[in-house]
């Protein structure tokens, strides 16, 4: 199932190019992340609440365009089951206006519980259906 967030740029998520900061895709994706999430009834402050953890082990971002300030764009993210004990956001940020790729990524995670050891928490097999 594929989840879209709509954003706009604000300006002070912008450099000195005027264009946004690398940097502030992670949290575009991150929001949007916890978006799908909450569309699949899953609340990632009430799992935290209960010690269940949800960790970002790698990012892959490639950099395809520059959003630049008001540009309204949206993200699609999608859930990919990794392994046994990861899971995977494929997610792409589309400008709104002309359809265009400006960013491609994918996010691998795991969950952890109380003791700091990596597990599947049920309420993600949630997400494969």
Request: hydrophobic share 40%; glycine share 4%.
């Amino acid at each position: 199932m594929m989840h879209k967030t709509e954003f706009k740029v604000r300006d002070y998520e912008c450099d000195m190019q005027g264009i946004v900061n690398n940097a502030v895709y992670f949290n575009y994706l991150e929001h949007a992340r916890h978006e799908f999430l909450a569309s699949r009834q899953i609340d990632f402050a009430a799992l935290a609440k209960a010690e269940v953890n949800l960790v970002v082990v790698r990012a892959e971002l490639d950099y395809k365009a520059s959003l630049t300030s008001g540009d309204q764009f949206y993200i699609s993210t999608q859930y990919q089951p990794v392994s046994r004990l990861r899971f995977g956001f494929k997610q792409q940020v589309w400008r709104s206006r002309d359809q265009k790729l400006m960013l491609d990524a994918f996010i691998t995670g795991t969950a952890v519980n109380a003791s700091g050891k990596p597990f599947l928490p049920p309420e993600l097999q949630l997400l494969l259906d």
